[in-house]
Each structure stands twice: as C-alpha cells, then as structure tokens.
C-alpha cells in the first residue's frame, strides 16, 4: 500500500505563496486532516521559521506546539537543512543539538534532513542527534542534474545514509527536474542496496512529477508527496485527491477514502481565495525552462517576491538566465536552501547592478571558502580568486572549526532582554539580525492584500504604492498609483535622516560624494565612522536583501563626512547611505 505525505501546511504553501500562510489557517483543519490516514503531515522547517519572524509576527515555536496539539494519529515531520537547521548558514554542533532537542521535544516525529551541496559530513550531527531521541530519520538526497550527477550519485549516498542506521530514504527533488526514466534507475538501485522505505518528493514546476511519481511507484517507492489540490500543481506537488482517485483499485492503492477529502478541499479552496493575491502567474503555470534553470518550486515564488521588493520583477527572465552561470561556477550544487537562496541571490545582485560580483555576498563568500561543504565539482581557481582573493578554501568539516555558541547567544539574549526561554534563545542564535525586533514585540505583521471583484474587474489593494510607466504621444511618464485613502508624500530631498526606518530619506540630488544603495534591505552593520579616510573596494556596511548579508563597499576613496542610516535601519533602490568625499 502506498503512503502518503501531506505538505499543505510547510512546502505546498511555501511553494506556492512565499510561505505566507498564517497560524490561525491552518489550526481549524489539522483534526480533519489527522483523520485522513496519511502516512505524515509536514508541518515545520523550511523557510517557515523564517517567515514566521520575518513577515508574520508570529512564533515558530508556537505554530508546531499549537498544529500538533490538534493531531492524534499522523507523525508530524519537518524539513531540516542540517547543520543550517532552519537558517542559511552553519551552525555549531550545540546549536544544532539543542535544536533538534527542542523540536522532538515540541513533537516532531520525522525529521528529513538533507544538505545542500550532499555532503554527509553535514548532517551526522543532526541525523545522531534525532536518532539518539527516538524520532524517525529520512535521510534525504537533494537531487539535480548536472555534468557531475549520475544516478550512481545518489544511490552511494542512500547506502551511506543507511549506514548512519536513518529510517527511510527521500529523494528530494526540489525543482521539478527528475524524470520518469531517472527516478526508476535511482529507485531501483536503491531498493537493490537497501531495505529501508523510499519517499519521492517532487513538485510540479516542469509538469513532469504526476509521471514521476508513477514510474516511482513501479520501481518500488513506498511514499509520495503530495498536496491538497487548491495548493497544488505549479510550484506545490500533485494533486493529493487526484493521486488517490488515480492509484485506486490499482497495487498502488493508498487505501485513503476520497470522502475523507471533502471538507478539506472546500477549506483550502476558501484559503486559496483569502491569499489569492499572493498568487503570481510564474508560480502557477508549468515552465519546462525550469529544467535548465533549475529553480526550486518554494524559491521560485520568494524570488518573484524578493523581486518585487526590489522594484526589479521585469528582470525576472534575465536573472533566470544568470542562475545556470553562477551555478557552474559554484560547481554545480544542488538548488536547494540554502545553496539556492545562495546562488538565486547572488544572480539577482549581478543583473540588478549591471555587473557580475560587483556586489558578493558574505555567504557566497563562505560557500567558496567551503564553509558550507564541499562542493559536487572543484571551483576554478579564477573564480575563487574572485570572490576570496588569496584564501584558502577550507577541506574539513565545516562545523569542526566552530566554537560553541549557544551560551555567548544566551548572554546575548540577556543582555538584550529577550531570553525569556530556551526557545527565544534557539530564535536568536538563529537569526541574530532579525529575531530581536520580534522577540521584542517590534514586527507589525505583513498586511495582505485584499482582493475585490466587481463583475470581470479585479483589483488588488496594497500596502505599498506601486510606479508605472506610461507611453502617450511619444512621451514617457512615471506615474505612481496608491490604494484611495493612502498619502503618499514627496521625498524630502533637503533634510539630513538620522537614521529613521523610512521618513525624511535623503536622495543625491545636489549631494556631492552620495554613496546610494544598489538594493532595498535591513543595516546589518555600518563598518566605517564619521571622519574616516577609505579606499576604494573598503567595505562600508552590510544589508541584508534576498535573506543574504550583502556586503557595500567604497565606491570610491575618500574621507567619510556624514552617515544617513543606523543598523537595522530599512533602506530603498537610490537611498543615500552616507557620504564620501
């Protein structure tokens, strides 16, 4: 009989709709769903966490202790990248224990842990850990195709994840790239070296995973993902129902009665018209350019996001175009978080500024140093000359060189008053840039659109104005559009900010030496002083855009005169950060 996982609540929606979906949605359908005789609900990790803190004013913790009260009979599984936990970097070996800790504690029953680049150095911590407390362990494969990817590849690493003794197998296909013919050669050659179970997880972003799944289930999978049907297709995975309906009376039956769906998909379709507007075209229509790009189904509707942030979505294609560039000369890894958010954020910052590594992230820069593993092909020694200098990329394992962390982040947490319990500390130690504010109570929760239909006539209101341009008689003209009822004043182009989060922002009109920002994002850090003298290239400040810390620097040399933002400050395209002259 096949088993099914359900990913309505963590990947469908993050696939689908950046990860927006509240806490409060999901609590009045868990029991229905608990009833349905899935094999597991994925409810936790991915960029959940993040989006919790981030956008929703919500407490992660607090989603997984509040969904799996309601659930009596299904495993509770999660999505955990590892070392990089639910974050985007590497974190030590005590981080990575207590959090593993807390979440079983919390009840995660299935932890599928993977890593980004498939190196299995990375996940010994975290796969030990879980193991140690009794929890079921997938050990998973991040599947991708390149010139160094055979499906040898990924069957050498199943046996090494049954030799670390994990429950289950997944093959974690991410981006719609794993064909019928593909995933019955891994399948088979799997099932040939090991006895444990074997879950295909694939989303629809190239039409190809309905086949896929067939062809897997014929070769001897155990388990598919799926979703239920208003968050499916597109991005997301197949059609929960619809996969049932087709397996019936077949030996692939799953042995789940589509009654049992009914309320469900009346409530997720209620759902899918309260978020409708968060649903862009790109994440809902099959795309087979995927199958060069390789975007992943959940990256793919955050890039649209981040995109717009950026004022930048009509650049869409062309950082399509980048990614499959950066990717071979990052050695082909796998598109998966965070090696995707890695590359897709770097791409965007090489199209946006008009010039490839103007502008490097601090974590590309880590990932050729090898702070994230070691990558499935070698880096040319040109590229890691151009984005390290004369470093030497590490060949240990990444966490061995570093210290323990979890109790400087508690005294850290202290003395900024929010280590108000272990969980708090976790959040921190995490996302040091971002979980203060929301520990503090400071994040206001992301509005939603609302959408009104009037007849045929649609229409969006937003939180934020939106320019456009208009063509008439030969003429251009910039125009910007606000929902009725929102003033939008003039930018005050003679006061001098002092660091406020969006008033009195200078612009570099009349401003010798303005240096402006190439991206809007959050001041991690301003490196630099009034009255310092820097050279061209020195780094100024850190903003974190795209989830990534990007690293500004001198654009030319000069004495700093004034300083126009303070950390954690937000900053817009064109604001002045600081000047020198």
């Not at 899935?38 to 989603?63: K, M, Q, V």
């Not at 593993?100 to 890593?115: A, L």
């Not at 995975?237 to 309320?263: C, H």
Request: hydrophobic share 35%; aromatic share 8%; proline share 5%.
């Amino acid at each position: 009989m096949v088993k099914i996982t359900e990913t309505a609540l963590r990947d469908a929606h993050q696939s689908l709709i950046a990860t927006r979906m509240r806490t409060e949605d999901m609590l009045d359908i868990v029991e229905k769903l608990d009833d349905v005789g899935y094999y597991s609900l994925e409810i936790w990790g991915g960029a959940t966490f993040d989006s919790c803190i981030r956008y929703l004013n919500e407490d992660p913790w607090h989603r997984l202790r509040d969904i799996k009260s309601r659930m009596k009979k299904t495993p509770a599984q999660m999505l955990l990248r590892a070392q990089n936990l639910v974050g985007y970097r590497h974190y030590p070996d005590d981080i990575v224990e207590k959090f593993v800790t807390k979440s079983f504690e919390y009840g995660i029953d299935i932890f599928r842990i993977f890593d980004a680049v498939n190196d299995l150095r990375n996940v010994k911590t975290s796969v030990v850990t879980a193991k140690k407390l009794g929890a079921h362990v997938q050990g998973t494969l991040s599947y991708t195709t390149s010139p160094v990817h055979t499906p040898e590849t990924y069957i050498n690493l199943a046996k090494e994840f049954a030799e670390m003794d994990c429950d289950s197998i997944c093959i974690k296909d991410m981006a719609g790239l794993l064909t019928p013919a593909a995933v019955t050669e891994i399948v088979k050659g799997i099932k040939k070296e090991v006895s444990v179970p074997v879950d295909v997880h694939s989303h629809c972003t190239s039409g190809i995973a309905p086949y896929t799944y067939f062809a897997a289930l014929e070769a001897g999978a155990d388990i598919i993902d799926t979703a239920i049907s208003p968050f499916s297709f597109g991005t997301s995975q197949p059609s929960t129902e619809s996969t049932v309906a087709a397996l019936k009376n077949t030996p692939y039956d799953t042995g789940i009665d589509l009654d049992s769906f009914r309320e469900i998909t009346k409530y997720f379709k209620d759902l899918r018209e309260k978020y409708s507007s968060l649903y862009n075209p790109i994440s809902v229509t099959v795309n087979t350019d995927i199958l060069n790009y390789q975007v992943p189904g959940g990256m793919l509707s955050n890039l649209v996001s981040q995109l717009k942030e950026q004022n930048a979505l009509d650049r869409f294609e062309d950082v399509l175009k980048e990614m499959p560039k950066v990717r071979e000369e990052m050695g082909y890894p796998p598109l998966v978080t965070p090696a995707s958010q890695i590359i897709v954020a770097q791409s965007v910052l090489n199209v946006i500024t008009g010039e490839r590594y103007k502008i490097i992230s601090k974590e590309i820069k880590d990932y050729v140093r090898g702070h994230y593993g070691k990558p499935p092909s070698p880096i040319k020694a040109e590229i890691i000359s151009k984005i390290i200098n004369d470093e030497k990329p590490i060949t240990v394992r990444p966490a061995d060189l570093l210290e323990p962390e979890f109790e400087l982040r508690k005294k850290e947490a202290e003395s900024l008053g929010i280590a108000n319990s272990e969980e708090d500390i976790l959040t921190y130690a995490i996302y040091p840039s971002i979980a203060p504010k929301f520990l503090k109570g400071e994040v206001k929760a992301e509005e939603l659109p609302t959408v009104r239909r009037t007849g045929n006539i649609i229409s969006v209101s937003d939180s934020a104005p939106t320019n456009f341009e208009v063509h008439a008689n030969n003429e251009t003209y910039t125009v910007v559009i606000h929902p009725k009822g929102m003033s939008v004043e003039p930018r005050n182009q003679s006061s001098q900010s002092s660091g406020s989060n969006s008033s009195n922002k200078v612009t570099a009109k009349d401003m010798p030496g303005a240096v402006l920002s190439s991206m809007q994002g959050m001041v991690i850090s301003i490196n630099v002083s009034v009255g310092q003298t820097v050279n061209k290239g020195d780094q100024i400040c850190l903003i974190e855009a795209f989830k990534m810390g990007n690293t500004l620097t001198a654009p030319w040399s000069g004495e700093v005169k004034q300083i126009m933002i303070n950390k954690g400050d937000s900053v817009s395209v064109d604001d002045v950060l600081m000047v020198i002259e």
